[in-house]
């Protein structure tokens, strides 16, 4: 038998605590779990800083690969294998590309790649083609699977089915990350029914269908992602992290530049700060990695440095005002200079985060980057765009939101042993604010 | 008002997977979760290495630690408040004593505690009376509270109430514990009725009883105790992936002795390696500080080290056979020679693992460990010990079940390139064992 | 001690799959549960005929009106208490107001309310001032009391506040069925987060306001009852058993109208025949009397009454098809004249529903039926309207949605036996519709 | 295609609490969904009068049989199928059984097949081989097979692998129920892992066997069973309910072989006094019947009647003391005397209920009656069984417990208008057992 076909002598599970059991029946997909690359995923938190605001945040991306896969695998299996649209010739590509669509992320990745231009997609591809373990499983199914699995994550296949299968308003990505980060923060707002959602998709070439009937799920899972969205991975606190986090990147960056004596040298950081990573130093950079940086910079002569560090470790964030239009125009200009007399580094410390800089793909019926529109199979069999039929989708995706906020140091313009006036001054003006 | 009774101007909550959420009206409690050694048990697993089996274990102590607060305060505010029992000035005590209790955790603690014979209780008590940021928030409350608090962690106190609400085989502790731990890894086991038991708990002078009629509801949290040790905390996986830990700290310290020249020198160790660790030192050492070195040491010349830390880090984790009385008097000599001469070091890979090593602290009605027994509290008023009443924990606590395996690394003994004739000789045994 | 201060010498604790457990602590709320008119409303389903649709919506009217109480307990002893808006002297009225503000129901009532023109609302406050077990028990508290429960329950009294507890856009009424009708019918909609809301509302003299920080949770909650009343309360299918149960009500009465000799003497309906319905003879009335008689009805003589009870009793539904405005105009005629050709009567089995009739309470921020609408408390102190805040909610609230159907006898249609030619043209203008 | 192969176009859901979906695609089985004596479970609830005591416990049968159904087709599609133990040929048989076993229940079977003497089992076979709709649909398989149906459920059949999985000591019937009847009455007790059973279920000639790796989900579920049935179907105040409902049925009974005149008089219950009852009055007798029959008759002149009639409707329940042998020997028979005197009848009044008068089928490794034991399926093939294994079900099996209590009417006995006396003289006797 080849090894594309090769199955375990027995199911092998995975307990998983949101899809209860996770399934692996394919020697490949085994052996894509135990290599390297896909163990790092463990080293990798799935939703960054988050664990600053919701304790219980702290599951990796590990558990979520394997639960999309599992998603991948329960639709194939459960719903698509037998229909007419379904070619069972795909199954193996979209279990692989579901498994290894995160491989590619990077610690912190939010801050991480905004600092330092780095695209974990293209990591992720760079993985699945390069010379790695994933790879040599791979190529083992054919010499062109690698390549076949990258252009799936990577939406250059033709293939669109498989696709949007992976990556699209409504792919098995999205689905278990609100079910699994609902579940690992605790709040109630994650919880569509995914079994339902499964058994009203149909595979048509041109992408996923939902059968009319199962609308109210559709909607029920757009409500779901609108308020994991705006309750958790746009919450203040969460931002006040990554500001933080940006700055040590931004700081530590910069010291280099600069020629600064490190204590401590960054040598992990030293290809990336050059802007020419290599996969294999990419793949030592975990999260742990990080961790231990932040903690022997705490020790810096740079006070800057240092104090990031210290504050990022032992929680002490910065607070934050909305960052109106209004305070942009009357006091932005004046904030900066009286920030910089105070001996209180703008850059770093007194920022402006704005949420439309976040992942934000809520649903939008006007599909500008290239993700796929939720598509509804009428009963005469015609499709239409979902939100042509939900008034509530259709009133969801009208209007855009956005959120600004001014995040600063309380500490540092509380304390008044040195430039009381200057903080003083600050401090009216962030106290309009409030 | 004095620091002790100060209160929040609003309650603050934690959003939490299993309490909820967690409610915390007090200036101590909410000062004590943002020092620095606090914010730490974020760095350090609730499980160890319990995610290389269930791979949703990846919770922290942070979490546990507020869980068995949140328990604590609502056992004395809904339930013991009021009570003859209860002396309404330990609450404050009781509250800090279940924060701190596991705040002397070290990284990996079972491993790194057996093999360089610390004790996370002793730290604890170190951190608490010691020079830090807890020490700095209790001692507002007063000079002596610091000890107090240690005392009631320490079981050296005379409040023996306030010692059973933490520490007692059912304490606040355990029940965070064993629902927490349930929760994160995705099992059923350990969901006994938490609401319930605490309505049936009465302070007593001798420590907390349980009301006879809420029997059953202890008889499922003892069940479920007895159910996630040998479901979870037993596994065999995770037993294995200890091992290894155990084989990098052995290794690690031998070398040391030895004067290898590191590539990469284990600064964060020394103080460890030579006896006299400060709480200073102590307070560095979380996981993401000793992965960092297992991921360094993978390039360490000596190839022991590199290939514990590789396989600890891609969880290429050891295999077992059970480790019979028969094997041990029949094979177990046969064996380590063959191993010696096949250049497998059976120090660092062959090693017997028995449950009597973890901590296993089921139900006994003997108390031979200072762990207090479970007292009913009868209608007549008098107390009985729990197996007394029940059935079923007396059957449960009759016998101590043990369970030794031994642990060995299959790829080498499988590898036919050297040593062919002692390997086959080697598999013949462990194969007569399977 | 007055009776209306009297507590239980322990709390007494129902279980309940919602809210986990119930708690009574006061002797009223005690003896009330014990009276035979809310023991009645064990026999009265919570979702009516909801249970052909959702096999699992057997729960009555018991549970449900228990958790009303239990939200409203928690809502004044967890919230309410000692903040400035709420007057302490108002508990125990809330709590009896909430245990008894669906004790008028009757069996079936959405149908039998409709047809028979009574109103469960005014038995409600009929069963509390009247000759009853009930009002014996709040009499006791003062002669007003009865009164002044009836009017909370009938919004007549002036105490706004007490009256949005109970009956209002986010009452304790509505968060307890969503609650509870997801829970028994296993849908994943309805579970909004009843902790975090009841934490943010603020008692108010003209009503619950709810903090802005919490409106989220609102959104949520108005989210969970848009999905609920689309999933379940309005599903088809459970309105083709509400169409058998109207024509069975309708013919029974034309029956006793037109003296038909009955073998079975509907004598427990004489009265609310004849109009003049006593609460003595009302409280009689529950489902399994109904039941009673619909089994006992099979066997009548009258074709049409025999043969609608048996539909009902064995679940034989009426079909339906959408009724358009453009099936009304052009198809509605001719389709009455062919069926009483066909001799299928179309007053009992040709019949159109609209949800308009269903008593859909969703979301308007018109308050045209006295609904108070919901208030934002916001950080400056002062009110807003929910949809002025919310983009979800204005969204939502903006277009009322309605549904109207046409239930037909599928059975009999496609009977050749009769009447063929009919039949035929009777399919064929079905048909087209599908 | 043959009618027993037959397929729905599209699989059929039915929403359940417990499973999520139950699925339905084989013709046969949504016929007999269909039939009349299916629908009439619904009018019979599973737990009789534990509704008194837990108030979610309304379900029906209904509920029940449909998911051991669902398990039963989990259990072969999911896991027997292709195995060698299995015969693909017995899947409609196994289905239509699981659907089918509880069809012949009566109305509060327990106490209605005690007083009356008649056996559901033995209508279910023979409602199957009858003249019904049930009997209709399953002909059409082939002349046979309702036989064969009937067999698997009365254990008759050669087919012994069938027979355990309808009713052995581990069948769908007892996990469908466990998880059920956790779930509506809303205890932690009864939710084993049913997903990790099935999954190591294997289907052998002499019955299922459960894989050794399996063992701690078995003892999870025997333990569930256990809990439940100590906390749920033995709980005392239901068993009064029961005692109740004894009396009831003894009374009305003794009135009507007495020649009694009832004012309404009992025309369902003739034939059952007679003793000759048909399938088809059996089929008429549901709880609705029943409990019209309570509600006319609290106006019936025998005052015993009506007041047992009143007291179960309006909940008015009889208290209880333990009954000790102590007990038996001194007090009982003078207890007894003094009621006679004190014009309370013993007969209907003052009742012992010993808990192995219920079905107590709590697991035994001793098979006294008929239940087929627990095999483990040892990784070397050979089977034992289970309590040689376990040390836990081997505890739990040794002793039986029991329970006998004693039920008397607290109102009549405290009442002190008539026979102080003898009143005070019962008084003293019962509190000395308190």
Not at 244 to 262: C, G, P
Request: hydrophobic fraction near 35%; aromatic fraction near 12%; charged fraction near 30%.
């Amino acid at each position: 038998m080849c090894y594309a076909d090769k199955k375990l002598s027995e199911t092998k599970v995975f307990k998983d605590p949101v899809h209860r059991y996770i399934h692996v029946d394919d020697q490949v997909v085994w052996d894509l779990v135990g290599t390297a690359e896909f163990q790092r995923l463990r080293r990798i938190k799935q939703l960054g800083t988050t664990y600053t605001t919701f304790h219980g945040a702290e599951h990796s991306r590990f558990g979520h690969s394997l639960g999309v896969y599992e998603i991948i695998r329960r639709m194939i299996d459960d719903v698509f294998t037998g229909r007419e649209g379904w070619n069972p010739a795909d199954r193996l590509l979209c279990l692989c590309a579901a498994l290894l669509h995160d491989v590619g992320h990077g610690p912190f990745s939010h801050s991480f790649e905004k600092v330092f231009a780095v695209d974990h997609e293209e990591f992720t591809q760079r993985m699945i083609v390069g010379d790695t373990e994933i790879n040599n499983v791979l190529k083992q199914v054919s010499t062109e699977f690698p390549q076949q699995v990258a252009d799936i994550i990577g939406k250059k296949s033709n293939n669109k089915l498989a696709i949007s299968m992976i990556s699209s308003q409504i792919d098995a990505d999205r689905m278990d990350y609100l079910l699994r980060d609902a579940y690992f923060t605790g709040v109630s707002y994650g919880k569509f029914d995914l079994e339902r959602l499964l058994r009203v998709m149909r595979p048509l070439p041109q992408g996923i269908a939902v059968k009319k009937s199962g609308m109210h799920a559709v909607e029920h899972y757009i409500i779901s992602r609108y308020q994991m969205y705006w309750q958790v991975y746009f919450h203040p606190v969460t931002r006040s992290a990554e500001v933080l986090l940006n700055s040590i990147f931004k700081r530590v960056r910069y010291l280099y530049q600069e020629e600064y004596r490190f204590q401590h040298q960054p040598v992990h950081f030293y290809s990336i700060f050059d802007g020419k990573i290599s996969v294999e130093d990419y793949l030592q950079l975990d999260e742990n990695i990080m961790m231990y940086y932040f903690q022997v910079w705490q020790k810096e002569d740079d006070t800057i440095l240092a104090d990031l560090c210290r504050r990022f470790l032992h929680r002490h964030l910065l607070k934050y005002v909305d960052f109106t239009d209004d305070f942009q125009k009357n006091n932005w200009v004046e904030l900066e200079h009286l920030c910089k007399k105070a001996e209180i580094d703008p850059k770093y410390y007194v920022v402006v985060d704005s949420i439309s800089d976040l992942p934000y793909d809520f649903y939008r019926s006007e599909d500008d980057d290239g993700c796929q529109p939720i598509l509804l199979l009428m009963p005469d069999g015609k499709l239409r765009e979902l939100s042509r039929e939900s008034h509530l989708v259709e009133a969801m995706s009208r209007k855009e939101q956005t959120d600004r906020k001014l995040y600063y140091p309380y500490e540092m313009i509380d304390d008044n042993t040195h430039h009381t006036e200057m903080k003083s001054k600050i401090r009216r003006i962030l106290d309009r604010s409030k």
